[in-house]
């Protein structure tokens, strides 16, 4: 199946912003929809953006405004772009289709921390 290699997060004060970045490795934009998923301690994994084929998005309401999701089909990588990051966005973040149900493999995903 298709590998997915999240990458571009790290250490951030609030208000900060990062880019992060998914790599697939087949093109695979066309076929499903693509999310970002987060896990943060304590916490269950959540959906917080997601792009279709047509490229139309929708966001948790906890990032609304504040997160973009966005893709580059010749390079098979999905992008999230975060500002005004908060502590509680800490988390690690993992990109998979959506439904998560139709992937049961997850990567190493990307630690994303913002420090108050």
């Known amino acids: 199946q298709v590998q997915l290699v999240e990458s571009g997060g790290g250490l951030v004060q609030a208000g900060g912003s990062l880019r992060l970045s998914c790599a697939a490795s087949?093109?695979?934009?066309?076929?499903?929809?693509m999310g970002w998923y987060r896990q943060a301690p304590g916490k269950q994994r959540e959906l917080v953006a997601r792009?279709?084929?047509?490229?139309?998005?929708n966001y948790a309401d906890s990032v609304k405004g504040r997160f973009t999701i966005s893709r580059d089909n010749a390079k098979n990588t999905v992008y999230l772009q975060m500002n005004s990051l908060k502590p509680e966005d800490t988390a690690v973040y993992y990109c998979?289709?959506?439904?998560?149900?139709?992937?049961?493999?997850w990567g190493q995903g990307t630690q994303v921390t913002v420090s108050s």
């Open positions: 998979n289709v959506v439904p998560e149900r139709l992937r049961s493999s």
């Open positions: 792009i279709t084929t047509g490229g139309s998005t």
């Open positions: 087949g093109s695979i934009f066309s076929i499903y929809i």
